[in-house]
C-alpha cells in the first residue's frame, strides 16, 4: 500500500490525475485490508486533493474523502499529515467557492505547522 500511495503523488505531482485517483483508491483498499490505517489516512487525504482536481465544481466527495482522513490521521495523532489533510481541505474549499472555510482551513494548517516548527506553504503542486 505505501508504493501504490508514493507512486498516486507521484502521478499528482506529474498532473496525471485519473490515474493518481485510481491508484490512491488501490492504495487505500490495501491500507485498509491491511490494518494500515497511517497508510489509509494518507491515502484518503491525498484521495480527496486529487478528486477534487478533476472535478472542480462538484467537490462533494473529494471533501468527505479529506475529513475522513483527517478523522484517521487525527486520532492516531500524526500531526504533520493532519496539517496536510487541513492544508488539502482549504485547498478544496478554495476551488467550491467557500472562501471562509478555506481561510479557516488554511490558517489552521499553517498553525500546525508552526507548531511542529514547520514551515508552511501555501500549496503544494
Keep these: 500500500s505505501v508504493l501504490l500511495f508514493n507512486l498516486g503523488v507521484c ?11 485510481e491508484t490512491m483508491t488501490q492504495a487505500h483498499g490495501l491500507a485498509m485490508e491491511s490494518g494500515q490505517m497511517y497508510v489509509a489516512g494518507k491515502a484518503l487525504t491525498w484521495l480527496g486533493r486529487l478528486e477534487s482536481r478533476l472535478e472542480s465544481q462538484s467537490c462533494g466527495a473529494a ?5 475522513q482522513g483527517i478523522k484517521i490521521l487525527g486520532g ?8 496536510l489533510g487541513h492544508l488539502f481541505l482549504g485547498e478544496v474549499y478554495a476551488r467550491s467557492g467557500d472562501g471562509g472555510r478555506s481561510a479557516e482551513q ?4 499553517r498553525q500546525m505547522f508552526q ?11
Design 11 to 21: 502521478r499528482c505531482f506529474l498532473e496525471a490525475y485519473q490515474p493518481a485517483v
Design 63 to 67: 471533501l468527505e474523502h479529506i475529513l
Design 76 to 83: 492516531l495523532d500524526i500531526l504533520p499529515e493532519l496539517a
Design 106 to 109: 488554511l490558517s489552521r494548517a
Design 115 to 125: 507548531d511542529l516548527g514547520m514551515r508552511s506553504q501555501r500549496s503544494i503542486k
